[in-house]
């Protein structure tokens, strides 16, 4: 076991823990922050999506050790004193979710496109998005919640 020092959702928290133990385990066992969710544990399915110095990355497959010296940011992190962040209030208005188990990963995925890029396009929403499944199909519901935080007019079209 190491000591490490990890700046999650602007705090320093300090963590032992094998060095080879994933980010994921990490947030979820050893700091009780159980937003993001463990699926397939091959990166293929985004529902453990974080962000690292505000780039989405898969957390089931960074160690530990490779997230010490990044701002991570988890679905904890987006509310700021009891508001949604404008992706979360806006994933919440168009009812982009069913059961919820991809909900903060997507979330966090658009989140980082956001981030990179005010006014994306449909396709750049898409590729954004790809590589996390929502296994209860809501994509069109996804795709218009990215729309309206992107501040799209409510029809979105598909251009």
């Known amino acids: 076991m190491s000591e490490f020092v990890l700046n999650v959702n602007g705090a320093q928290l300090h963590v032992n ?6 980010l994921l385990s990490v947030l979820r066992n050893r700091l009780n922050l159980t937003g993001t969710k463990y699926g397939c544990g091959e990166g293929q ?3 453990c999506t974080v ?3 505000g780039q989405a990355i898969r957390s089931c497959l960074v160690p530990v050790s490779s997230a010490a010296l990044a701002k991570i940011v988890t679905i904890e992190g987006l509310e700021v004193d009891g508001k949604l962040s404008r992706v979360q209030q806006a994933f919440l208005d168009e009812g982009a ?3 919820g188990y991809c909900t903060s990963g997507m979330i966090m ?5 956001l981030n990179s890029k005010h006014k994306p396009t449909h396709d750049e929403i898409v590729e954004a998005m790809n590589g996390n499944v929502c296994r209860c ?4 519901r996804i795709l218009a919640a990215i729309r ?3 501040g799209e007019p409510e029809d979105g079209g598909s251009r």
Not at 109 to 113: G, H, I, K, N, V
Not at 137 to 140: A, E, F, K, N
Request: glycine share 8%; net charge negative.
């Open 17 to 22: 823990a094998p060095e080879d133990e994933s």
């Open 45 to 47: 399915c985004g529902a």
């Open 51 to 53: 962000m690292a110095d």
């Open 97 to 99: 979710l069913q059961c």
């Open 109 to 113: 995925s658009a989140t980082s496109l």
């Open 137 to 140: 199909g809501t994509y069109p």
């Open 148 to 150: 309206r935080a992107a």
